[in-house]
């Protein structure tokens, strides 16, 4: 797994407090992805009317927007209401995805891929997947449950067939350098390295994977485990932080 630092602000956070720079510049760095005139429009009337509209009606008007605003849409989507969508040229959808009401897809950054999602894939109300300049991606068959959030700051890899509890957190955005006394600890950079899950994993409701962490295939997280480090494949672990609990290739009792 790759590690690499920053130091201090990025870029659009410099751009974002830059007084020469108009509101509007700044609103399109942030939820657009570029400053054309088209694509501002094109993004404000998907906003305004298509976002909030309730019933059949909405699921349709929004499936065939996205197929042109987005970077990618396979057949089938099921996008539902209030579904806040940032830089969505980088976002790329494959077949039957459904997400589901007030979901944040933000594929925010200055040179990242973004979002991917694979075929059928599903994520629950107001789940958020965060770019903060890093890659998301999430394989086919995977499902992942109401209100949880995966971050990445470099990339974070979600296999095929992975099953998240609710409020899971995947903390990919690095870990904030501390070593100095005399400097903010926003002007020292972080460190970070991003996140992978292996396929048929299942997380448990309510756990933290911190950043840095490799989740094997076939493992389960049990529900309020906090991960902070590598979990072999086929293993369950539990716990505060989460310890090695069994390996699931070795039958117990008769």
Same mark, same amino acid.
Not at 54 to 64: E, F, Q, T
Not at 112 to 120: A, C, F, M, R, T
Not at 143 to 164: D, M, P, R, W
């Given at each position: 797994m790759k590690e690499y630092q920053t130091q201090g602000t990025t870029r659009l956070q410099g751009a974002l407090t830059d007084e020469s720079t108009s509101s509007v510049s700044k609103y399109q760095d942030i939820n657009v992805g570029n400053r054309r005139k088209g694509s501002l429009i094109a993004y404000e009337l998907y906003t305004m009317f298509l976002m909030p509209l309730p019933g059949a009606i909405g699921y349709l008007l929004r499936k065939m927007c996205l197929k042109r605003l987005l970077g990618a849409c396979g057949s089938g989507l099921i996008m539902g209401r209030g579904v806040t969508i940032r830089h969505p040229a980088k976002i790329r959808l494959g077949s039957?995805?459904?997400?589901?009401?007030?979901?944040?897809?933000?594929?925010? $950054?200055?040179?990242?891929?973004?979002?991917?999602?694979?075929?059928?894939?599903?994520?629950?109300?107001?789940?958020?997947?965060?770019?903060?300049?890093?890659?998301?991606?999430?394989g086919n068959n995977s499902n992942v449950a109401q209100?949880?959030?995966?971050?990445?700051?470099?990339?974070?890899?979600? $296999?095929?067939?992975?099953?998240? $509890?609710? &409020?899971? &957190?995947? %903390?990919?955005?690095?870990d904030h350098k501390s070593?100095?006394?005399?400097?903010? %600890?926003?002007?020292?950079?972080?460190?970070?390295?991003? %996140?992978?899950?292996?396929?048929?994993?299942?997380?448990?409701?309510?756990?933290?994977?911190?950043?840095?962490?490799?989740?094997?295939?076939?493992? %389960?997280?049990?529900?309020?485990?906090?991960? /902070?480090?590598?979990?072999?494949? &086929?293993?369950?672990?539990? $716990?505060?932080?989460?310890?090695?609990?069994?390996?699931?290739?070795?039958? /117990?009792?008769?």
């Amino acid at each position: 797994m790759k590690e690499y630092q920053t130091q201090g602000t990025t870029r659009l956070q410099g751009a974002l407090t830059d007084e020469s720079t108009s509101s509007v510049s700044k609103y399109q760095d942030i939820n657009v992805g570029n400053r054309r005139k088209g694509s501002l429009i094109a993004y404000e009337l998907y906003t305004m009317f298509l976002m909030p509209l309730p019933g059949a009606i909405g699921y349709l008007l929004r499936k065939m927007c996205l197929k042109r605003l987005l970077g990618a849409c396979g057949s089938g989507l099921i996008m539902g209401r209030g579904v806040t969508i940032r830089h969505p040229a980088k976002i790329r959808l494959g077949s039957n995805v459904a997400v589901d009401d007030y979901a944040v897809l933000d594929a925010k $950054g200055e040179s990242n891929s973004g979002i991917s999602l694979g075929d059928n894939v599903m994520l629950g109300r107001n789940t958020v997947l965060s770019c903060k300049d890093g890659d998301i991606i999430i394989g086919n068959n995977s499902n992942v449950a109401q209100s949880c959030f995966i971050q990445s700051a470099s990339k974070v890899t979600v $296999g095929e067939k992975v099953l998240f $509890g609710a &409020y899971c &957190y995947l %903390i990919g955005g690095g870990d904030h350098k501390s070593e100095s006394t005399e400097l903010p %600890i926003m002007d020292q950079g972080q460190t970070i390295k991003g %996140i992978n899950i292996g396929n048929n994993s299942w997380l448990g409701a309510s756990i933290n994977v911190l950043d840095g962490v490799n989740i094997g295939r076939d493992s %389960i997280v049990g529900s309020g485990s906090v991960v /902070t480090r590598d979990v072999e494949e &086929y293993t369950v672990v539990v $716990g505060v932080p989460a310890q090695k609990k069994k390996d699931r290739r070795k039958k /117990t009792g008769p």
